[in-house]
């Protein structure tokens, strides 16, 4: 019986659920799923410019793990724009840092400070907002 699997810890969510490339007439329904923390790590290593011992301590795994999904996360982008693929991110196996929200009405993903009252979104200031969950 194989070991569980330990959550890797995501800072904030992507900014997007898809991702598709603009000009193609390609109207192909396949796609490529990117997960949570395969999106973390591409971030905190092509992005932030950490190392990846300093990565995995951020998202709470090992070195080589961290490795593994950064290679996953890489491969996955470069067959989507090589192939003309959409990206759809999907939430795998990982643990939110903080609470989460998403507005129903423009789709913007923010957190609410325990100080202000009043639930809306940052953006629209609608009141239509769902608690992302941190354990799908």
């Known amino acids: 019986m194989p070991r569980r699997r330990r959550l890797r810890k995501v800072v904030a ?25 395969e999106y973390e790590a591409i971030k905190l290593a092509d992005y ?11 998202m709470g795994i090992s070195r080589p793990t961290f490795a593994r999904i950064h290679e996953s ?11 003309v693929k959409e990206i759809r991110t999907a939430y795998g196996n ?5 609470n989460w929200y998403v507005c129903q009405k423009c789709h913007a993903r923010f957190t609410i400070p325990k100080t202000q009252k009043r639930h809306c979104c940052a953006i629209c200031s ?8 941190n354990d799908i």
């Open 13 to 37: 969510p992507p900014g997007f659920k898809t991702f598709k490339p603009h000009g193609t007439n390609k109207t192909d329904s396949e796609y490529i799923e990117l997960l949570y923390e």
């Open 48 to 58: 932030d410019l950490l190392n990846h011992e300093t990565a995995a301590k951020l």
């Open 73 to 83: 996360a890489r491969r996955k982008v470069a067959k989507a724009m090589v192939e």
């Open 94 to 98: 990982a643990l939110l840092d903080k």
């Open 126 to 133: 609608s009141t239509d907002i769902n608690f992302l969950k």
